[in-house]
């Protein structure tokens, strides 16, 4: 089909949105009548203004070290204290925010791509291409939890770069799975079988039609996934695998504290409900999410 | 039944070749020639030769890894190349300790995540149904290392009630066993509870009040059963997770078992150990599903039968 044929019979429907656009109407309406998701989605939202504008609002500078203030518990001046060296928690655990959202926003978001692109293949080509990946992911599967990270991170080496992609490795079979599933589900349905009669290529069926159909499933994952990625990327900081500590990412400032918590005990206290809340805002959002789109779960 | 359970095995084989070709090319697609980190950086060329000849590292990618598999069945791992033990004399005090460590969390969470699910399905919506959920969320959402910290801060440096660190006595094995089960904890609540209120709106409970048995009768002797079949998919589940977060409450704790070697191991480059632990460590996942996999399908048969 050529462009002049494409955008004609675009003309002729013009009040049918795209599969893609219906999907994304349906999902927001959705989302809008659960509270819990709602509440999750704007903490999300105000968790990434932070991380983005409060970088530029705090009075000290995050790596900047003052001997003369070392270990003082929260004041009017340094609201979450200062650490071994002088440095402002407060300010580097707003700088931190970001580092640590970022590594969980883009490990799942590689994951995620790789992820969705298997299982797409899988469940809609099936056969023996679908048991090749499927093995494939059973074999990814079998390492527990962030032990395959640590693997990977033990020949990577620690970096901030790494740890992205010992993470997104650790995403792709989760999505995998289910977005074969989704697929599966999907590919056998009427109007799938009518789009093949009627000639529509296989990229295109499964762009315009697939896609948007198992997208919700998706998402709720995803958010869900970058409760998980947060929570390995602080501990394997926290491990020293992760990023190094002068960077103020969450775990790095906790793993950089902790030999100092008998002195003083605010300095573990704060980047950890840091953590916390950021896995907090996406689980809820994930949770309500799933809610809202699977009427079954509903109690 | 013994069918269902020689085919789950026979499955098996492709993931574990598969874990093994994995774990083996770790080692290879590490930076350095291993024979240069045990002889040191300032050996002669010969002896690094001779390390290199020793190894086998000059015969061909695949004889190399028909021979360690050969060694992974006789588990034998080879020296390690910090402390030139065998690594199975490293491993297996350590693997035990792991073991203990993560079955007391295992209990501890199905026991305190079974009494808070049942109690929020059977009260529903009441105060102690969301106070149960809402602390539910937040043990699924802290970081386990961190409370772990927070433990320590609280018991052993503010209180001296509990040793800080260490593993083995009593009072050493409360701080490690919360910090490690909580997370566990908290799903199997919110899944008892989930599942719960799934069977108890189904018309056979509904038969089993109407006949005029007693509540209690009604949800533990018929709801429970069957709400449980999820939740040991579950507990499955979790073993994986109790595992990998073992890596992180051996660290807080200083408990000298797998995942404090595994985390030493890498930070000084001793690739025979952690190679060893991580393939111990996902051959036993492996089997928990196994066994998990094989538990549900039983559950699920007996009810059939009932």
């Given at each position: 089909?050529?462009?002049?044929?494409?955008?004609?019979?675009?003309?002729?429907?013009?009040?049918?949105?795209?599969?893609?656009?219906?999907?994304?109407?349906?999902?927001?309406?959705?989302?809008?009548?659960?509270?819990?998701?709602?509440?999750?989605?704007y903490?999300?939202?105000?968790?990434?203004?932070?991380?983005?504008?409060?970088?530029?609002?705090?009075?000290?500078?995050?790596?900047?070290?003052?001997?003369?203030?070392?270990?003082?518990?929260?004041?009017?001046?340094?609201?979450?204290?200062?650490?071994?060296?002088?440095?402002?928690?407060?300010?580097?655990?707003?700088?931190?925010?970001?580092?640590?959202?970022?590594?969980?926003?883009?490990?799942?978001?590689?994951?995620?791509?790789?992820?969705?692109?298997?299982?797409?293949?899988?469940?809609?080509?099936?056969?023996?291409?679908?048991?090749?990946i499927?093995?494939?992911?059973?074999?990814?599967?079998?390492f527990?939890?962030?032990?395959?990270?640590?693997?990977?991170?033990?020949?990577?080496?620690?970096?901030?770069?790494?740890?992205?992609?010992?993470?997104?490795?650790f995403?792709?079979?989760?999505?995998?799975?289910?977005?074969?599933g989704?697929?599966?589900?999907?590919?056998?349905?009427?109007?799938?079988?009518?789009?093949?009669?009627?000639?529509?290529?296989?990229?295109?069926?499964?762009?315009?039609?697939?896609?948007?159909?198992?997208l919700s499933?998706?998402?709720?994952?995803?958010?869900?996934f970058?409760?998980?990625?947060?929570?390995s990327?602080?501990?394997?900081?926290?491990?020293?695998?992760?990023?190094?500590?002068?960077?103020?990412?969450?775990?790095?400032?906790?793993?950089?504290?902790?030999?100092?918590?008998?002195?003083?005990?605010h300095?573990?206290?704060?980047?950890?409900?840091?953590?916390?809340?950021?896995?907090?805002?996406?689980?809820?959002?994930?949770?309500?999410?799933?809610?809202?789109?699977?009427?079954?779960?509903?109690? | 039944?013994?069918?269902?359970?020689?085919?789950?095995?026979?499955?098996?084989?492709?993931?574990?070749?598969?874990v093994?070709?994995?774990?083996?090319?770790?080692?290879?697609?590490?930076?350095?020639?291993?024979?240069?980190?045990?002889?040191?950086?300032?050996?002669?060329?010969?002896?690094?030769?001779?390390?290199?000849?020793?190894l086998?590292?000059?015969?061909?990618?695949?004889?190399?890894?028909?021979?360690?598999?050969?060694?992974?069945?006789?588990?034998?791992?080879?020296?390690?190349?910090?402390?030139?033990?065998?690594?199975?004399?490293?491993?297996?005090?350590?693997?035990w300790?792991?073991?203990?460590?993560?079955?007391?969390?295992?209990?501890?969470?199905?026991?305190?995540?079974?009494?808070?699910?049942?109690?929020?399905?059977?009260?529903?919506?009441?105060?102690?149904?969301?106070?149960?959920?809402?602390?539910?969320?937040?043990?699924?959402?802290?970081?386990?290392?961190?409370?772990?910290?927070?433990?320590?801060?609280?018991?052993?440096?503010?209180?001296?009630?509990?040793?800080?660190?260490?593993?083995?006595?009593?009072?050493?094995?409360?701080?490690?066993?919360?910090?490690?089960?909580?997370?566990?904890?908290?799903?199997?609540?919110?899944?008892?509870?989930?599942?719960?209120?799934?069977?108890?709106?189904?018309?056979?409970?509904?038969?089993?009040r109407?006949?005029?048995?007693?509540?209690?009768?009604?949800?533990?002797?018929?709801?429970?059963?069957?709400?449980?079949?999820p939740?040991?998919?579950?507990?499955?589940?979790?073993?994986?997770?109790?595992?990998?977060?073992?890596?992180?409450t051996?660290?807080?704790?200083?408990i000298?078992?797998?995942?404090?070697?595994?985390?030493?191991?890498?930070?000084?480059?001793?690739?025979?150990?952690?190679?060893?632990?991580?393939?111990?460590?996902?051959?036993?996942?492996?089997?928990?599903?196994?066994?998990?996999?094989?538990?549900?399908?039983?559950?699920?048969?007996?009810?059939?039968?009932?």
């Amino acid at each position: 089909m050529n462009a002049e044929q494409a955008s004609s019979e675009v003309t002729q429907v013009p009040k049918v949105d795209s599969p893609l656009k219906r999907a994304m109407k349906d999902f927001y309406n959705k989302l809008k009548k659960n509270k819990t998701a709602l509440f999750g989605g704007y903490l999300i939202i105000f968790l990434i203004v932070v991380a983005i504008v409060g970088p530029y609002l705090t009075s000290f500078n995050p790596s900047e070290t003052d001997y003369s203030v070392k270990l003082q518990g929260p004041s009017a001046e340094h609201w979450f204290g200062t650490d071994h060296h002088g440095r402002d928690i407060f300010t580097r655990i707003i700088h931190g925010l970001g580092i640590t959202m970022g590594i969980g926003f883009f490990s799942t978001l590689i994951g995620s791509i790789v992820g969705i692109f298997l299982g797409i293949v899988s469940g809609y080509y099936g056969g023996k291409i679908d048991s090749v990946i499927m093995r494939l992911m059973d074999i990814l599967l079998a390492f527990p939890g962030i032990l395959l990270a640590l693997a990977l991170i033990s020949i990577l080496g620690a970096s901030l770069q790494n740890v992205v992609i010992a993470i997104a490795i650790f995403a792709i079979p989760t999505f995998a799975r289910i977005v074969r599933g989704s697929t599966l589900a999907t590919k056998n349905l009427e109007y799938i079988d009518a789009m093949r009669a009627l000639g529509a290529s296989d990229i295109r069926i499964i762009f315009k039609h697939i896609f948007p159909n198992i997208l919700s499933p998706i998402i709720v994952q995803a958010s869900l996934f970058i409760a998980t990625a947060v929570l390995s990327a602080s501990g394997l900081s926290f491990l020293g695998l992760g990023v190094q500590p002068p960077s103020p990412e969450l775990g790095a400032i906790l793993s950089d504290g902790k030999d100092f918590m008998w002195d003083a005990g605010h300095i573990a206290l704060f980047p950890g409900l840091g953590i916390m809340v950021i896995v907090l805002a996406f689980n809820v959002f994930g949770d309500g999410l799933r809610d809202a789109l699977d009427p079954k779960m509903k109690n | 039944m013994f069918q269902f359970i020689v085919r789950r095995l026979f499955q098996l084989i492709p993931v574990l070749l598969g874990v093994t070709i994995l774990v083996f090319s770790l080692m290879h697609l590490s930076p350095g020639n291993p024979a240069h980190i045990i002889a040191g950086e300032s050996a002669p060329e010969s002896t690094v030769q001779q390390i290199e000849e020793r190894l086998g590292l000059n015969d061909p990618i695949p004889v190399q890894y028909a021979n360690f598999l050969k060694d992974v069945v006789t588990l034998d791992f080879g020296n390690s190349w910090r402390t030139s033990l065998p690594v199975s004399t490293e491993l297996w005090p350590k693997f035990w300790v792991t073991f203990e460590l993560a079955i007391y969390s295992t209990i501890f969470s199905i026991f305190l995540g079974l009494i808070a699910g049942i109690i929020s399905a059977v009260r529903q919506y009441s105060v102690a149904d969301v106070s149960i959920m809402l602390v539910a969320l937040f043990g699924l959402s802290m970081p386990n290392f961190w409370l772990g910290l927070m433990l320590m801060q609280w018991f052993s440096i503010n209180l001296g009630w509990l040793p800080p660190t260490g593993w083995g006595t009593p009072e050493q094995i409360i701080m490690p066993v919360f910090t490690l089960g909580t997370m566990g904890a908290a799903v199997i609540a919110r899944m008892t509870r989930s599942s719960m209120l799934d069977v108890i709106t189904q018309d056979y409970i509904r038969t089993a009040r109407a006949k005029g048995l007693k509540e209690k009768v009604v949800i533990y002797r018929h709801a429970l059963k069957n709400a449980l079949i999820p939740v040991v998919t579950v507990v499955g589940l979790q073993f994986g997770g109790l595992l990998a977060g073992a890596v992180l409450t051996e660290s807080v704790f200083a408990i000298n078992g797998m995942g404090k070697l595994v985390v030493d191991r890498i930070l000084a480059r001793d690739f025979p150990v952690v190679q060893a632990a991580v393939l111990v460590m996902a051959v036993v996942f492996v089997f928990v599903n196994l066994i998990v996999d094989v538990s549900y399908k039983f559950l699920n048969k007996r009810i059939d039968l009932d």
